[in-house]
């Protein structure tokens, strides 16, 4: 789902499971509030940051341990939403909605088989879930189940739901059968092959004898480590040179080089590692981040332009709320 449509489908989702729930404190309720509020405009990170506010102020309050589950798994912290979601369940709240959240962090993780059990779990629970079925397919899909199990439950999720048309559509289109080719697509194939063979090594030659290419587009300015405060600063200043996402992900690049002293992608590795969005926690390589770095990049590395920050304004504001939460 794209972000405004997921956001939307996590609110509606919490604005149903959480109306039985047991009254919270004036506290957990102006913070879950506010999350909620955040989620629904794409503030990713601020929403977890009220989420945890809300859990602080009620430890066991299933309400807000379902908001910081929704809030994490938005903002990429899948071990966050994944506690939260663990705390909950054990807390008495919604099984199905908690089994959901968990099934989505434990997917996130890379942790197939957990997601695919939570998934069934809250299928047995619930039948009529499309939510649940949704959390199956995107399981099944992820382990290479057969495409056919996986359509079919995309589809129940639909036809259960209607928020998970668009989900459904695009599984279709990723999920049908290909033509069989017949005896040109091999060299075809071949082809295509080495033309990306070719250009990799090119791109690599390239990186190696520039390593400045690496940062081509927007960039801090200077050269050298930076404390988090200063990087902060001279972030926020150049924070108009990067109007949409693509240029707000190149600025959180050079954001990272300067914070860690290194590239987020090692040159052997920089396209395919650029492409699926991984690079190494920046909290495991410089000591005195913020607290909550990590979830930042992974919002401003994201591989989908979707989820990232839209500008360099709001990658600026965003990391500012780290370095400084008394002035969010």
């Known amino acids: 789902m794209t972000m405004p449509l997921r956001a939307a489908a996590l609110v509606f989702l919490l604005a149903g499971t959480v109306r039985a729930a047991p009254a919270s404190s004036p506290r957990v309720e102006d913070a879950i509030r506010e999350s909620v509020l955040r989620l629904a405009a794409g503030d990713v990170l601020g929403a977890e940051t009220q989420a945890k506010a809300a859990v602080a102020a009620g430890p066991n309050d299933p309400r807000a341990l379902q908001q910081l589950a929704l809030a994490a798994n938005a903002a990429l912290d899948f071990a966050a939403a994944e506690d939260a979601a663990t705390r909950g369940l054990a807390a008495g709240g919604p099984p199905v909605a908690f089994l959901c959240l968990r099934s989505e962090a434990r997917a996130g993780k890379g942790d197939g088989a957990g997601a695919l059990a939570d998934a069934q779990s809250a299928i047995a629970a619930d039948p009529g879930s499309g939510q649940a079925f949704l959390r199956r397919a995107v399981a099944e899909e992820g382990l ?3 495409a056919a199990d996986a359509l079919a439950d995309y589809k129940r999720a639909a036809q259960l739901d209607v928020r998970f048309g668009a989900d459904y559509d695009g599984a279709r ?14 060299p075809l194939v071949l082809a295509a092959a080495a033309a990306a063979v070719a250009a990799w090594a090119l791109r690599r030659r390239a990186l190696r004898a520039d390593p400045a290419a690496r940062a081509a587009g927007p960039s801090l300015p200077g050269a050298g480590r930076l404390d988090a405060a200063t990087a902060a600063r001279l972030l926020a200043d150049a924070a108009a040179s990067a109007p949409g996402p693509d240029e707000t992900r190149t600025l959180a690049e050079s954001l990272y080089e300067r914070l860690t002293g290194r590239a987020p992608y090692p040159v052997e590795t920089v396209l395919v590692d650029r492409n699926l969005g991984r690079f190494a926690a920046p909290s ?3 000591a005195g981040l913020p607290v909550g770095v990590d979830g930042f990049f992974l919002r401003a590395l994201n591989p989908d332009p979707e989820r990232r920050f839209r500008s360099g ?16």
């Open 284 to 286: 495991s390589l410089a």
């Open 173 to 186: 289109e990723r999920l049908r059968p290909r033509p069989r080719g017949r005896g040109w697509t091999l």
């Open 313 to 328: 304004a709001e990658l600026a504001g965003a990391f500012r709320s780290l370095v400084d939460p008394a002035v969010d």
């Open 144 to 146: 290479g189940r057969p």
